[in-house]
T-cell receptor, first 112, second 111 residues
Framework: DGGITQSPKYLFRKEGQNVTLSCEQN?????MYWYRQDPGQGLRLIYY???????QKGDIAEGYSVSREKKESFPLTVTSAQKNPTAFYLC???????????FGAGTRLSVL | EDKVVQSPLSLVVHEGDTVTLNCSYE??????LLWYKQEKKAPTFLFML????IEKKSGRLSSILDKKELSSILNITATQTGDSAIYLC???????????FGAGTTVTVRA
C-alpha cells in the first residue's frame, strides 16, 4: 500500500521541550513538505525538500527544524523556540516536476 | 506576495442542493490551480487545472479555470452528506515545487 505515514497522530509538548514529528513515504517521491494548519488559515508551508540532504525554509520556518537524510523520511522538529506550536501538522510529497502533492493523515500537536 | 483567496469561508446546504465554490489567485508565474477535499485529516486531490475554459469533471464534482479573471470555481451538484468537508484550492508556479493555499471553504451538507 503506497502512501505517506505520519506519526504520532496526537502529540503533547511540555514547555521548553523539543518534539519530533515523523513522516515516511513509500511513493518514491523526490520532494517532501511540511505544512501547519490552523483554523481558518489554510495550509502554511514550514519547510520543503526537493532532494536528499537539501531543504529550504517555507513561509513560517522559525521555531522548526528538519532533516532529509533518506529519500523516504522527512522528520520535523518543533523546538522550544516555537512559542505557539498548537496546530495540525501535515506532511506531503510530490514527484519531480509534478505539482500534485499527496498528504499524510496529520499530527495534532498540543501544549500541556 | 502570492495570494490565494477562497469564498465563501463556509456554507451550509441541504442534501440535493448545488454548491459553487470560488478561488481567486494573484501569483507571479502561475502554472496551475489545484483543488483538494479535506475530511477531518488528509487532504485528497480532486483536480488540477492548467488551461483556461476546459472543464474537468469527476462524478458530481466539476471545476473550471478562468485565467483572464485569475479564478476558478468548483461545483458540486446533488450534494450528499459525504460532501461535507473543507475544500482547499492552491496555486502552483512555474519552475517551483511549492503550492500556495487558500484558507479553504467549509461545506456542511445537512440531511
Amino acid at each position: 500500500d503506497g502512501g505517506i505515514t505520519q506519526s504520532p497522530k496526537y502529540l503533547f509538548r511540555k514547555e521548553g521541550q523539543n518534539v519530533t514529528l515523523s513522516c515516511e513515504q513509500n511513493l518514491n517521491h523526490d520532494a517532501m513538505y511540511w505544512y501547519r494548519q490552523d483554523p481558518g488559515q489554510g495550509l502554511r508551508l514550514i519547510y520543503y525538500s526537493q532532494i536528499v540532504n537539501d531543504f529550504q525554509k517555507g513561509d513560517i520556518a522559525e521555531g522548526y527544524s528538519v532533516s532529509r537524510e533518506k529519500k523516504e523520511s522527512f522528520p520535523l522538529t518543533v523546538t522550544s523556540a516555537q512559542k505557539n506550536p498548537t496546530a495540525f501538522y501535515l506532511c506531503a510529497s510530490s514527484d519531480r516536476g509534478v505539482n500534485i502533492q499527496y498528504f499524510g493523515a496529520g499530527t495534532r500537536l498540543s501544549v500541556l | 506576495e502570492d495570494k490565494v483567496v477562497q469564498s465563501p469561508l463556509s456554507l451550509v446546504v441541504h442534501e440535493g442542493d448545488t454548491v459553487t465554490l470560488n478561488c481567486s489567485y494573484e501569483v507571479t508565474n502561475f502554472r496551475s490551480l489545484l483543488w483538494y477535499k479535506q475530511e477531518k485529516k488528509a487532504p485528497t486531490f480532486l483536480f488540477m487545472l492548467t488551461s483556461s475554459g476546459i472543464e474537468k469533471k469527476s462524478g458530481r464534482l466539476s471545476s473550471i479555470l478562468d485565467k483572464k479573471e485569475l479564478s476558478s470555481i468548483l461545483n458540486i451538484t446533488a450534494t450528499q452528506t459525504g460532501d461535507s468537508a473543507i475544500y482547499l484550492c492552491a496555486a502552483a508556479l512555474v519552475n517551483d515545487y511549492k503550492l500556495s493555499f487558500g484558507a479553504g471553504t467549509t461545506v456542511t451538507v445537512r440531511a
